[in-house]
């Protein structure tokens, strides 16, 4: 992100809180950097981030949002109501939305017997930060494809994951948008055959925030110290996360719902220490032997993960730098994921500092 040869992108399948984002460019004051954002990227308000929390406080069964108004902005994408930063950055168009939505917003408001929005301080607000991110914005799909064409090296990076898109997830324990691989196209208006490769990333274990099934989880000691030894508390949150063992199941979905050509295998070292480890291969349900996710919510969490039990290894690898370095044990632990995925471990990290990141075959 800091690289000055580096240009970083806000694609246009995002939603973007504007203070956020302001607050995280102050911290890089004095620092140089180069960020445009996509004029289509449609904006986090304040009443999203309201009816956010007023309706994961009604729901009987939690989705566990981190209410940070990005299902309701995606809502209102999907109904055609959102505010592009295209439009937030043109004053009149800008105050015209604002005015008819606030109609619609303060009748909701009403309903829930929840405080009224107020549409100067909120256009006022707003229009400050539009000020402030008002050279950044652009036609980034433009950019991005001639960037390819001038044979530049573009790397997509989605965040969440496979099992929280909202097609191919844990539905409705999912999130609002597609973070796959198959949906970088749509999300940055770059043509599928453009991008070549697709790397999935994995934790050397599973976890889970919030909500919904994660067969393979873990309640005893055992997961006590991966979420300790691997610090999983969520950023948002700040929610300990839930931890399981390793998922081939969910990697094999990933690997055909997202066209993966390869995997990033991070958190190896946290699993140092351990006698033995559990791989599930594939699960039970209702007295027969599976290897998918269940499209029904309601089967993926009647499902009993079968395992694969391989040894585990004492030995502090976080100082390995390259593959040959590693234990047996750990070889034979992704030798094992390759296998029964059918992907190559093209990375894998032993540690939080960026030389920890082994790259075992040149993909980029």
Not at 61 to 66: E, L, Q, R
Not at 221 to 235: D, M, N, S
Request: aromatic share 8%.
């Amino acid at each position: 992100i800091l690289s000055e040869n580096i240009m970083n992108v806000l694609a246009n399948g995002m939603v973007i809180n504007p203070k956020g984002l302001l607050d995280e460019l102050k911290k890089l004051e004095g620092r140089k950097y180069h960020m445009r954002i996509s004029d289509r990227a449609h904006v986090i308000m304040p009443y999203h981030m309201a009816f956010d929390a007023i309706r994961e406080s009604k729901l009987k069964d939690k989705i566990g949002t981190t209410k940070k108004g990005i299902g309701p902005a995606y809502t209102d994408k999907a109904e055609r109501s959102g505010i592009r930063m295209g439009e937030l950055i043109n004053p009149i168009l800008f105050k015209e939305k604002l005015t008819e939505i606030l109609e619609h917003k303060n009748s909701l408001a009403k309903l829930y017997g929840e405080p009224l929005f107020d549409f100067d301080d909120i256009y006022h607000t707003y229009s400050d930060y539009a000020n402030q991110l008002r050279p950044f914005v652009c036609n980034t799909s433009k950019l991005i494809n001639e960037a390819i064409e001038q044979k530049k090296k573009v790397l997509f990076e989605g965040a969440q994951g496979t099992l929280l898109c909202l097609d191919h997830g844990t539905y409705p324990f999912v999130t609002s948008s597609s973070p796959t691989a198959a949906s970088v196209p749509l999300n940055t208006g770059v043509a599928p055959w453009l991008i070549h490769g697709a790397i999935g990333v994995t934790k050397a274990y599973t976890t889970r925030v919030g909500e919904g099934p994660l067969p393979t989880e873990l309640f005893d000691e055992k997961a006590h110290y991966i979420r300790e030894k691997g610090h999983e508390y969520g950023t948002t949150t700040g929610r300990a996360r839930r931890v399981g063992w390793l998922d081939l199941v969910l990697i094999k979905h990933a690997k055909r719902s997202g066209g993966l050509s390869g995997l990033a295998v991070t958190l190896l070292d946290v699993l140092s220490g351990l006698d033995e480890l559990q791989v599930c291969v594939g699960y039970m349900l209702n007295g027969n032997l599976i290897d998918e996710v269940p499209g029904l919510i309601e089967d993926f969490k009647a499902c009993k993960p079968v395992y694969r039990t391989l040894k585990g290894w004492q030995a502090d690898i976080t100082q390995v730098t390259a593959y040959e370095q590693l234990p047996d044990e750990t070889k034979a632990y992704l030798s094992f994921i390759e296998t029964e995925t059918g992907l190559p471990v093209d990375i894998f990290s032993v540690g939080p500092d960026r030389k920890q990141t082994i790259i075992v075959n040149e993909i980029f």
